[in-house]
């Protein structure tokens, strides 16, 4: 692939990663208050620390690549991180509380598998 097309499809990607934040935010936060759990609540930290990190490199591509490349590594890892646990939680805790609830957290956990 040359070098004009993957400018462009990390372009895509971090633009993708900006906007997965909006439904994971308005997901995982009311799924937090209503059920008293923690995940998938908490992975908003890692959505919004990833929608920063996009953000700056839509802004000014920056010129190091290994810094780069560690930031995404450990957003993946936080995400994968809170992931497992908030799908455990989901079909062990949840389904005590309403289907509801289970259905908000398993709609919140899908933009944060779009942004791995």
Known sequence: MDERNQMTT???LRLLTILAWVPAFALALPHGLESHHP??????LPMTFSACVGILHLAKKPNFRGISIAMDLFIACFLVGILIPSWIMLTWYDLSISARS?????????PMMMNL
């Open 10 to 12: 990390n372009r895509s």
């Open 39 to 44: 995940c998938p609540a908490i992975g908003i």
């Open 102 to 110: 289970t259905v908000l957290g398993t709609y919140a956990t899908f």
